[in-house]
Every structure is written in C-alpha cells, then in structure tokens.
C-alpha cells in the first residue's frame, strides 16, 4: 500500500480534526478536555474550525496528509512546526467550547502543563529544532506506512537543516519514532494541583532525535 504526502489546504481541516476524533478515540485526557465532544457533530464542527484558525494562525507550522494511492484519501494527517531559528509564540487556549468556566479553566490547564516541555527545548534550541505538533493516522490504515512517511517529510527537513527533531509520544507511536532515531528522554505527565486534584492527567514519552537521526555520533 503507497501513500503520497502533499501539504493540506485549508479545506482539509475537517478531515484532519475528524482523524485526530477517530485515531485518539476517548483514550487521551488532554484530548477529551481541549477538544470536547469531539466525536460529536457540534464538536466536529469546532474541531475543524479550531484547526483552520490554527493553521491560518501560526506561519511556522506546515500541515501535511498522506494520499492513499489508490483512492485518493486523505488517511492521516500532522502538523510539523519548523521555526528555522526563531522562538515560537506560546498561545494561549481560547474560544468558548466548554459547557462550564471550570471545564474551560481546566482544558487552558492541561494545555500549557502538556506543552511545558516543548516550550522550554524551543527556548533551549533557540528555534533550531524542529517539533512534530501532532500526527494522527485513520485507525483503518494505522501499521501501514502512512505514518512513517508524515513522519519522513518531517526528520528529512530537520536533516537538511541540520537540527534535532522533538515529539510528545504515546505509548502506542513511541516505537514508530524510535524506529526512526528519537530517544527518548523521560515521562512527562501534567501536573494536577489541588484545584484539579483527582481530575486525569496526561502522560507522554518527551523523545529526541539527534540531527542526522540513528548512527549520527556528531
């Protein structure tokens, strides 16, 4: 099965948001509280509305799909964000998705707690570095190959320019990524202070692939 990938146009964006619903499903906290309802049609909508303002928003991201072959599908999607030595802006979680202010609060929360790590390697790089923001794959054609070439176009741009690559892993892609150079650097599970106590947190592997990727000793 052959993929190609292209960059997505602002019409692709609901179909990206529909990939992250389907491929992260109710099993991701950070998901379920920035994203709510997101399986549903209303959540569906300001998903995609989200992701064009995102896209529309942030110059030094690049959205990209895998194209399967055969049926012209888009089957994944990721968001690589290449700042070519300037230290990204930290937005802020906005817009008025949540049912309640405390839902909101806590969503704003665990946020900026998940991107703590990828905030700090962008200060600490000072921009020489690259950062996969997000790659989800349909669950149909997950362990087929999508996924490893979004994540190519990526750790390839990052190798021309001479840079490390950073991602956030599950526990389900870590092995994909290290299979093509990260290494993994430690766990990373968001804080829940008193305030949220009991509330689920998120975990992730923070993984790091030297420039050049494996057998690269510089």
Not at 99 to 116: C, G, M, P, R
Request: contains cysteine; proline residues 6%; charged residues 25%.
């Amino acid at each position: 099965m052959s993929f190609t990938i292209q960059e997505c146009t602002d019409e692709d964006m609901p179909r990206a948001f529909e990939l992250l619903s389907e491929a992260f499903g109710h099993e991701h906290p950070f998901v379920e509280y920035v994203f709510p309802a997101h399986d549903r049609p209303q959540g569906r909508r300001d998903g995609a509305e989200r992701f064009l303002q995102w896209r529309k928003g942030d110059p030094l991201a690049t959205n990209i799909k895998a194209v399967h072959n055969e049926t012209g599908e888009m089957v994944g999607h990721a968001k690589w964000i290449i700042p070519k030595g300037v230290v990204p802006p930290e937005f802020e979680l906005g817009g008025d998705y949540w049912e309640t202010e405390d839902q909101k609060e806590y969503a704003a929360w665990i946020y900026s707690q998940y991107l703590v790590p990828r905030r700090q390697a962008f200060k600490d790089y000072g921009g020489n570095v690259v950062a996969l923001d997000l790659m989800t794959i349909d669950p149909k054609y997950q362990r087929q190959g999508a996924g490893r070439a979004l994540l190519k176009w990526g750790t390839d741009i990052a190798d021309e320019l001479g840079v490390d690559a950073i991602v956030e892993a599950t526990d389900y892609g870590k092995g994909l990524y290290a299979s093509e150079g990260f290494q993994v650097q430690y766990k990373w599970t968001t804080p829940t202070p008193g305030k949220w106590a009991g509330r689920e947190a998120q975990s992730f592997w923070w993984m790091i692939r030297p420039k050049g990727g494996k057998g690269d000793e510089s």
